[in-house]
């Protein structure tokens, strides 16, 4: 592990806990801010932006979750050149992407990682084909961070502990 931690044990359960991958449907109904200053719609909550702490109104249940996921992994959209975080479903995953998409065609989506939103998309028109991108104005950097993030909460991403051990600082 890290030499000079005294807890290993605190640092395996960060290292391997299961993350949240949430595919949830934004709650239009009302405003986020009307929604935390009067009444919160039954079966939404608000949850914030993970960079720029932005509210949004999303529904409770998730539509899809992390389990659904096969792949993450960083890219450049072919038509813009601009840097992107691609995605691809499992078998499973695509049949209820394309459900979720057919049903809910314009309207917001959000990808969320634990409880905080990653991004928020109209979906356009129903998406068929078992794969799907976020993309932004993001750097390199930042779509490598973003992809590491999701992965993390994929069960291809997950780690577990095969070997644990205190290593002691050493003086020279």
Do not use: C
């Not at 991403?157 to 290593?167: A, C, F, K």
Request: hydrophobic share 40%; no cysteine; proline share 7%.
């Amino acid at each position: 592990m890290t030499p000079g931690v005294a807890d290993p044990d605190r640092v395996a359960a960060l290292l391997t806990r299961k993350r949240q991958l949430p595919f949830r449907l934004v709650d239009i109904s009302i405003t986020p801010e009307l929604a935390l200053r009067d009444a919160m719609p039954a079966g939404s909550e608000v949850l914030y932006g993970f960079e720029d702490k932005t509210p949004y109104l999303l529904l409770k249940e998730a539509a899809m979750g992390g389990d659904d996921v096969s792949y993450v992994g960083p890219g450049l959209d072919s038509a813009t050149r601009q840097p992107i975080a691609s995605f691809r479903f499992t078998g499973r995953g695509a049949r209820r992407f394309a459900h979720v998409t057919q049903d809910n065609v314009g309207k917001p989506l959000a990808i969320a990682l634990d409880d905080a939103v990653l991004s928020v998309s109209v979906i356009r028109e129903p998406i068929l084909g078992g794969s799907g991108q976020i993309s932004g104005n993001f750097t390199l950097e930042d779509v490598n961070s973003l992809a590491m993030q999701l992965r993390s909460a994929t069960p291809a991403g997950r780690l577990s502990v095969v070997e644990q051990q205190v290593v002691e600082p050493g003086g020279k």
